[in-house]
């Protein structure tokens, strides 16, 4: 199909070829010295309707899964817990959920051989396990656990793998436990979003 200004363009041609033989057989005709051709006008581009958001939409894009996500330090942990699919968890679930976020460096320092196991996805199982392991039911800001490790000295929580985390101060900050001889520091948080707060540790709290 010719476009609209193609098609002029041939017209004009053929307009005046015409006149021309015309003109030959009618030397009083007047010669034609020039014609103007206006190029047709492009059509606007039709765009997509925009939608607005929906009160599920804007929970999602403040849930702490996007907290993790858009946080510096936690890139790897991020990516893990897609690689997990955990991401529908702590996104479209109301919770509310705790996370304790193990930094880049802390998985980083992890053996190769430790980190290639839990990006083997015959190892899915295990890999949950370690993620839940830092994530607690529950809202747990630092104004709450300050308040309840002033009282009886530390704050006990239960991940959702089961294992039981402990909170105590240091200085002015916090350090989690994990039971087993692993102590990290919480050196970001609490983040609040829609269903829950994300802290940053120093630390993997359980690598099974």
Known sequence: MLKPTTFLILSLVALLTFSCKNDSQNPDKKEIESVAVDAAPELPKKRAAKRDLTEQDIAVIKSVMARVMNDGYLKRFASYLVTAELTD?????????????????????????????????????QLITMLKSHIVEGNYDKSTLLQTVDKSGKATLKSLAGTTLTVTKSGEGLMVSNGKGVNAKVIKGSVGGSNGVVYVVDALLNTN
């Open 89 to 125: 968890l702590l996104s479209n679930n109301s919770g509310p959920f705790t996370v304790f976020g193990a930094t880049d460096t802390a998985i980083e320092s992890l053996p190769a051989e430790k980190r290639n196991f839990y990006s083997n996805p015959e190892n899915k199982e």
